[in-house]
C-alpha cells in the first residue's frame, strides 16, 4: 500500500528489495547489500558479500538495469496528489452504519 509519498526506487529508501537467480539472493535492507548463496544456504543466514563482491556487483548493476527499464512504465505515480484524503468507502461506512471499520 501507498504511504502517501512518491514512489521511491526500491531499495533506495527504508524499504528492502532482493534479487536472485539460481545460485545466490542478493537482499538490501538497513546494511545495505547482503549475499546468500542459496545451494548452501537457504536461510539466508550468512552473508557472504564481503567474499564475492564481484557478484554484488553484477547483480545490483542488473537490478538497476532492471529499475531503469521498468520506471517508465509504471502507472499512478502522482495518484497520491490528488487521491481523497480519507477512504471514501470508510466514509460511508460511517455514515451508513457509525463509527470506523
Same mark, same amino acid.
Given at each position: 500500500?501507498? =504511504? ?24 538490501? =535492507? ?12 537457504? =536461510? ?58
Amino acid at each position: 500500500m501507498h =504511504g502517501g509519498g512518491a514512489p521511491l526506487k526500491f531499495g533506495a529508501g527504508p524499504g528492502h528489495c532482493s534479487v536472485r537467480d539460481s545460485r545466490y539472493s542478493l537482499v538490501r =535492507g538497513g546494511k545495505g547489500w547482503e549475499l546468500y548463496g542459496m545451494e548452501k544456504d537457504i =536461510g539466508q543466514k550468512q552473508d557472504i558479500a564481503a567474499k564475492h563482491p564481484e557478484i554484488v556487483k553484477k547483480m545490483s548493476v542488473a537490478y538497476d538495469e532492471w529499475w531503469r527499464k521498468v520506471r517508465p512504465n509504471l502507472v499512478n505515480e502522482d495518484s497520491f496528489k490528488t487521491a481523497p484524503k480519507t477512504n471514501p468507502f470508510k466514509e460511508a461506512y460511517k455514515r451508513q452504519f457509525g463509527g470506523d471499520m
